[in-house]
């Protein structure tokens, strides 16, 4: 049985490309569009069963928050993202913000569809090359140093981190939406997102994370100084 997808990347000849292939294997292809910046809303207004998200840069900061934002309005989407061979933390920060599957670029139209077929199953799918391949660089310190509060960071947009360390000093929603001249709701949100990036279930669970590995001290260093409070800005 074809699978109902929509196939979004940076390059729309590739997207168009790709999607021409799986309608030829008999799959049901709702869009083929560029740029993957405005994934997030295509995918939500279709709801296709699979989405394939094409990513040139997946360990930059902010690249999966198309996938977050699917995850959370239309959970029943998977997504398989199409990018790179990654590093290890390519691969982790894909499936940290949701997604279902991580195939390389260059794989065959038969890889592609089966990573379909296993993301629509509810499956993870993952090339065994690329986790070995991942396995291996983490278990050589020499080549790939452990260090947790940088990975971290990487997942989280400046924003992010700012509400984090907002979060880590007791700021309730409400302290933390007047000190970013934000909207409740909107700092509501960006603290579910903090939360799903990291892996934990509540505030406290984030700031003690955030403390033991350090992650504060590097967002401290890095972050601009911060205004009083209602000066922020007020976009969100």
Avoid: W
Wanted: charged share 20%.
């Amino acid at each position: 049985m074809g699978v109902r997808l929509m196939v979004v990347d940076d390059h729309r000849l590739l997207a168009e490309a790709l999607a021409s292939a799986l309608k030829l294997r008999g799959h049901r292809v709702l869009a083929a569009a560029a740029p993957s910046a405005g994934a997030a809303d295509l995918v939500v207004s279709r709801a296709p069963e699979v989405c394939l998200l094409g990513t040139a840069t997946p360990a930059e900061p902010g690249a999966f928050d198309p996938v977050v934002r699917i995850k959370r309005e239309r959970p029943q989407v998977a997504v398989v993202v199409l990018g790179p061979v990654p590093s290890p933390l390519g691969i982790a920060a894909a499936f940290a913000a949701g997604a279902s599957g991580y195939v390389r670029h260059n794989e065959r139209i038969e890889g592609v569809e089966r990573a379909m077929m296993k993301a629509r199953a509810g499956e993870a799918a993952v090339d065994p090359q690329l986790l070995q391949g991942a396995f291996t660089e983490l278990l050589n310190p020499a080549a790939q140093p452990d260090d947790e509060g940088a990975r971290l960071l990487q997942l989280l947009t400046p924003r992010e981190v700012e509400v984090l360390v907002r979060v880590a000093e007791g700021e309730d929603t409400r302290l933390i939406a007047a000190g970013m001249g934000i909207a409740p709701s909107t700092a509501r949100t960006h603290v579910q997102r903090v939360l799903m990036k990291l892996g934990v279930g509540s505030r406290l669970e984030a700031a003690a994370l955030a403390a033991r590995t350090g992650l504060l001290d590097r967002a401290a260093a890095g972050a601009p100084p911060r205004g009083p409070a209602g000066l922020g800005d007020l976009r969100g």
